[in-house]
């Protein structure tokens, strides 16, 4: 009696590199992770059965009973492999046929390792009959080939006339590149159109649009450096202006403080003077300034006002 021939498999490879297929990347980002755990129960299912499986309608149900997820999660992840890839859409459309080319091709190789008849003949995605019948003929018909013409002499090989070997034109010269060329005076009327670099140096530097001109102009008498760019003359501008207000001195603080100091000065001099022309007075008066109504003599106005307090 004959044996059976086995279609199904018991076990199939992993390969290691299974995570970095985009195609599973893709599958995890738009399901999550544990839609990997229902692509593997879907290829148990179909390498079981052999190279595919037929849709059945319970088949979300059984997945969902073996991996504890909603039948609604199940399908929603055979249809994104569907979308990606993983799956062949177009059989499944037209046939209600889970399968796909990478997993033909995987039992294709299985089968061929373990040395198993495979046929592949239903809804076939890849063709390695034409592979097989060429692999095995080659052999063959090199074998025949030698034996038919053993001492048959090698044929001469033809002399062709050389053709005289053309001089290689000459390289393109590299196209010259123009130098910066500018005076100060065209430099400083680009910079002064440039509204936004000036708005810019404006609020560096605290200063108004006019002030900025001031210098740009005092920048274009004293300059004397020959620049290589646009940019270049800015930046010196920049180095010349800050150099510049760095030197001016500040001195408004010290005269307010002077000032302040000039004027505590002078009272402190007239109070001293008022003091020595009020001991003179009573001195004249003949009043003793210990026993005096000090406080009447200070609110006195004139002399007239003196003359009234008693001796």
């Excluded at 001469?156 to 060329?181: G, M, N």
């Excluded at 646009?230 to 403080?257: E, G, V």
């Excluded at 009447?296 to 007239?304: E, G, L, N, T, W």
Aim: net charge neutral; aromatic share 8%.
């Amino acid at each position: 009696m004959a044996r059976t021939i086995k279609i199904g498999l018991d076990y199939f490879p992993f390969d290691v590199d299974f995570f970095q297929d985009i195609r599973i990347r893709k599958l995890i980002k738009y399901q999550g992770g544990k839609a990997v755990t229902v692509y593997a129960l879907l290829l148990c299912t179909i390498y079981k059965n052999g190279y595919y499986a037929e849709w059945d309608k319970e088949l979300p149900f059984i997945i969902s009973e073996q991996s504890g997820y909603t039948e609604a999660y199940i399908q929603e992840v055979i249809d994104c492999c569907m979308n990606i890839g993983l799956l062949s859409k177009e059989l499944f459309e037209s046939y209600k046929v889970l399968t796909s080319k990478g997993i033909q091709e995987r039992y294709h190789a299985i089968c061929s390792s373990s040395r198993r008849k495979c046929l592949i003949d239903e809804y076939n995605l890849i063709d390695h009959t034409t592979e097989n019948t060429v692999s095995h003929r080659q052999p063959h018909e090199k074998t025949a080939n030698t034996s038919q013409q053993p001492n048959t002499p090698k044929p001469q090989p033809r002399t062709t006339p050389q053709t005289p070997v053309e001089s290689p034109l000459p390289p393109h010269p590299a196209p010259s590149v123009q130098k910066y060329s500018s005076s100060i005076d065209k430099e400083v009327a680009e910079m002064k159109k440039s509204i936004q670099w000036k708005e810019s140096v404006c609020i560096r530097y605290q200063l108004s649009n006019e002030q900025v001109d001031t210098h740009l102009a005092d920048f274009a008498l004293k300059c004397d450096k020959l620049h290589t760019s646009m940019q270049d003359a800015r930046s010196h501008f920049c180095y010349w202006l800050q150099k510049k207000l760095n030197s001016i001195p500040t001195s408004s603080a010290p005269k307010k403080s002077q000032t302040t100091t000039h004027k505590k000065e002078e009272k402190t001099q007239s109070s001293v003077d008022s003091a020595a022309e009020l001991r003179d007075y009573l001195a004249s008066r003949g009043l003793d300034p210990a026993a005096t109504d000090l406080s009447k003599v200070a609110a006195a106005d004139s002399a007239a006002d003196f003359a009234k307090i008693p001796k």
